[in-house]
T-cell receptor
Framework: GAGVSQSPSNKVTEKGKDVELRCDPI?????LYWYRQRLGQGLEFLIY????????KSGLPSDRFSAERTGESVSTLTIQRTQQEDSAVYLC????????????FGPGTRLLVL | SQKIEQNSEALNIQEGKTATLTCNYT??????LQWYRQDPGRGPVFLLL?????KEKRKERLKVTFDTTLKQSLFHITASQPADSATYLC?????????FGTGTRLQVFP
């Protein structure tokens, strides 16, 4: 399959622990985005990467959140010292270009912080 | 303040009828607007994009309109089928970001 993949699909963690979420974009897509979706809510933009440009981190809710991307491939979203309000589905998407193009979403990682 | 509003109440319609979903926005000036479909437990899937200079866009049974004066987009599904049941999200560009609405859940019953 050539779609966007994310791992793990589900993650349960205890408050205060760190978690790392992974996204594999579609090959050849230069833009990669992370979103958060709380239950019954819309998608909340977190961060995007476009080629070799500096990422736009303006959507990250706190300094506990960080993300990295290796070239135009895998990205990891790290949440340090997790809180219960971090519980949500974290969605990754990729596109050929920046926003002007269709975004292709992965299935998401469902994070539950106890 | 900037807002994107979609009807939070579910839309229930009978199979064969036309479903119409609304997306209203305030204090944005988008160059384009997109509609996505999201099924439970899955990521959104892109359906249609309409640009600010386009009044209407069609794709098979789907039709989207974009009125920049009313600041509104309408999303129509004609001859609706139970398989069309899902949550539909609108999204618009804001400078260099895509802003999503909360979505409207559509339920098509036989």
């Amino acid at each position: 399959g050539a779609g966007v993949s994310q791992s793990p699909s589900n993650k349960v963690t205890e408050k205060g622990k760190d978690v790392e979420l992974r996204c594999d974009p579609i090959s050849g897509h230069t833009a990669l985005y992370w979103y958060r979706q709380r239950l019954g809510q819309g998608l909340e933009f977190l961060i995007y990467f476009q080629g070799n440009s500096a990422p736009d981190k303006s959507g990250l809710p706190s300094d506990r959140f960080s993300a990295e991307r290796t070239g135009e491939s895998v990205s990891t979203l790290t949440i340090q010292r997790t809180q219960q309000e971090d519980s949500a589905v974290y969605l990754c998407a990729s596109s050929l270009g920046l926003f002007q193009e269709t975004q292709y979403f992965g299935p998401g990682t469902r994070l539950l912080v106890l | 303040s900037q807002k994107i509003e979609q009807n939070s109440e579910a839309l229930n319609i009978q199979e064969g009828k036309t479903a119409t979903l609304t997306c209203n926005y305030t204090n944005y000036s988008p160059a384009y607007l997109q509609w996505y479909r999201q099924d439970p437990g899955r990521g959104p899937v892109f359906l249609l994009l309409i640009r600010e200079n386009e009044k209407e866009k069609r794709k098979e049974r789907l039709k989207v309109t974009f009125d920049t004066t009313l600041k509104q987009s309408l999303f129509h599904i004609t001859a609706s089928q139970p398989a069309d049941s899902a949550t539909y999200l609108c999204a618009l560009d804001n400078t260099d970001k895509l802003i999503f609405g909360t979505g409207t859940r559509l339920q098509v019953f036989p």
